[in-house]
Nanobody, 123 residues
Framework: QVHLVESGGGLVQAGGSLRLSCVAS????????ISWYRQTPGKEREFVAR????????NYADSVKGRLFVSRDNAKNTVYLEKNDLRHGSTARYYC????????????????WGQGIQVAISS
């Protein structure tokens, strides 16, 4: 069973920096894509960034390109999301996500989610 646990959120002062962590367990970590999503009240969960398994690089939502960075440490089974110069628009609940895979290596029908971590930006 795949298990994802986020950490590193909380109340952060505007203009400060943040690093969220997502620790994954339950399968071989380095092979699989891990993504970050975020959600604010009344809105749908939206994609933020992805790190692709097997050294496949990263993807970002257009709205965040150049403003936050995703990385992974395969030795620690951990994916990070980092952002500097935080603004109030960054207030959200952030979720870690990874899909199941078919035997052919394509995305399966199951999505695994962490419990989410709240980030709030103070003035």
């Amino acid at each position: 069973q795949v298990h994802l646990v986020e950490s590193g959120g909380g109340l952060v002062q505007a203009g400060g920096s943040l690093r969220l962590s997502c620790v994954a367990s339950g399968r071989t970590f380095h092979s699989y894509d891990i993504s970050w999503y975020r959600q604010t009240p009344g809105k749908e969960r939206e994609f933020v960034a992805r790190t692709v398994g097997n050294g496949g690089g990263t993807n970002y939502a257009d709205s965040v390109k150049g403003r936050l960075f995703v990385s992974r440490d395969n030795a620690k089974n951990t994916v990070y999301l980092e952002k500097n110069d935080l603004r109030h628009g960054s207030t959200a609940r952030y979720y870690c996500n990874t899909p199941s895979y078919t035997d052919c290596g394509e995305y399966g029908t199951t999505n695994y989610w962490g419990q989410g971590i709240q980030v709030a930006i103070s003035s």
